[in-house]
């Protein structure tokens, strides 16, 4: 029994085959010509404009009824219904001229031959089949996969167009149908029984359109293999085998593009990147229902030489998953990474076994710009990261599970995310980067604990509104007004006050709260305050006004409220709580 081929063999496989396919002529000597038309059948027969215009247009139009078919064609062959089953007995080729299959027609190849459209000149492929009368390109002796080499449309065969056609018992270890064409289009087709895959893309492949048809009983379950280029010509309607997918090697999109759901899901197996051009932005946009499976290698990379952007569309009831292909547990695969060229507005998709480690989110932004809705993140290592120097314009109504670190933020960002985003209890938020906070912030409640390490500076104005629940490291501060004039306001109630504690339970502390020369104006109502180091949790420095009310201490180190000569400190509802020795250290020497 042959052993199955991994996914990176796969891919180095179809790497391999677009490079060079097998089956075409080793040189440009022409082949001899296939059943030659007789001087009556060809004289004075032009044949039709070609748009590529490479030596198409002197061949003549042959519609005689051919008693085999092999070597080279370069003329413009028209096969009707009424030529029965033609036999194919050798390679056959079609280079500057073209190859009509008229409905109901039909070809069968002899064991190891193959069709070859436009591969030293421009040709065409034109199969115009119906649902009652399809074209069918089958095997001339063995009815089994693979006995025949199957059809190759190669770079000159550019808007060859295939519609009613059936291919069976055909291809090798690559594919059936092979596409190195640019505009090729593939209706209502079926390709059936074939040995490996059924249809591949080559890097220089594109599809004009690609709707309706039916790859089933193939010998791969990669039903079709190509580039990330060539993923938009991917249409609806189409049928596959269970458990078939189709496999995205990796690569630019440097134009615009819709991934549509195409009937399987995508593989991505190597990195895909969305970069425009200079002075021309690329957009790809990922429609309902559309399923994408990484690889351990695979991930989609936004922005990172030129303007870019993703946007992905989901509904409730059929949203865009991003997921694990091969290693379905938390960090089967890397992630969706927006640079600092590119932007993402992202509704309704689900993340998941995703994320390298807890310091890199499944959705990772760095630099770029992050619009994150009504969307799920289940069992990742980590859910979104934001760097500095990105924007994130909303982040609502999102649900975290299984994830322990649900979001990596700089205290900057933390403002961004609205109350209506649920998590685990087990989940954490964490500040990243560089913490200081300019301006005017609120934090919401997102209940889960918003945990950082150092130094939180807040040169502004920061409102921690009801429900907020902190958690620092023992290094962890909150510095407020050191370098600018600046203000805290917390605004708890009695049924949901501010919390803020200790992140390591090992250690069981934090620092403290102090409010330096420039505070001004800072209000602190309904604050616990849990395992404070400092000699006073909130230590107000002089010159200094502050409001405290409803606040408690416990297990803190000494006092609840400190201030020097010349602060100022309003106080009510103050509880040294838990084995907090005191209230409060007053000055001396004033």
Known sequence: MTRPLTLLALVALVAVACQKPEGKPADGTAEKSATAATAGETAGKAGPANAAGEGVDAAVRVSECPKSLGGTDKVHRVISKDCGVVPVTED?????????????????????????????????????????????????GDKAA???????????????????????????????????AADVSVKSSKIRDAKGTGLLIADSGTLAAFTDN???????????????????????????????HILVRGGNLNKSATWLPAGAPLVIGGEVYVDGTEGQAAKLELTAGLELRFGEAGSLVVGYYNQAALAVKGTAEAPVTFTAHEKREAGGWGGVTVHGKGEATIEQAVFEFGGRDEA???????????????????????????????????????????????????????????????????????????????????????????EWAGELY???????????????????????????????????????????????????????????????????????LTGASADAAIDVAGGVSATLSAVTCSKCKNAVVGWACGATVTSSQVLAADGTPKVDVRPEGC
């Open 92 to 140: 056959y080729y079609v280079d500057g001229g073209s190859l009509t299959l008229e409905a109901g027609s039909s070809l069968s190849f002899k064991d190891g031959t193959g069709l070859y459209v436009g591969y030293y000149e421009s040709a065409k492929l034109i199969v115009q089949g119906t649902a009652e009368a399809p074209v069918v390109l089958t095997a001339a």
């Open 146 to 180: 693979g006995v025949w080499r199957g059809v190759s449309l190669n770079e000159h065969a550019a808007r060859s167009t295939i519609d009613g056609l059936v291919i069976e018992y055909a291809g090798n270890d690559e594919s059936a149908l092979y596409v190195a």
């Open 214 to 244: 039916e790859l089933k009983k193939l010998g791969s379950k990669t039903a079709i293999a190509g580039p990330a280029s060539a993923v938009g010509g991917l249409g609806a309607g189409n049928r596959f085998d269970p458990e078939a």
């Open 360 to 450: 890199n989110g499944v959705l990772a932004v760095r630099g770029g710009a992050l619009g994150l809705k009504a969307s799920t993140f289940r069992s990742d290592k980590a859910g979104v990261s934001v760097d500095e120097g990105s924007r994130v314009t909303a982040f609502a109504d999102n649900k975290f599970a299984a994830t322990p670190v649900a979001a990596l933020l700089t205290a900057n960002h933390v403002m961004a995310l609205a109350e209506s985003n649920a998590y685990d209890r087990d989940s954490r938020i964490k500040i990243t980067g560089a913490a200081a906070i300019k301006g005017k912030a609120t934090w919401q409640a997102q209940g889960v604990p918003i």
């Open 458 to 528: 807040i040169d502004g104005e920061l409102t921690l509104a009801g429900g907020v629940a902190l958690l620092g490291q023992p290094d962890a501060r909150l510095v407020v007004g050191y370098y600018d004039t600046a203000a805290l306001l917390v605004k708890g109630t009695a049924a949901a006050p501010v919390t803020i504690g200790p992140a390591d339970t090992a250690n069981n502390s934090w620092i403290g709260i102090s409010l330096a020369g420039k505070a001004s104006g800072s209000s602190l109502e309904n604050l616990v």
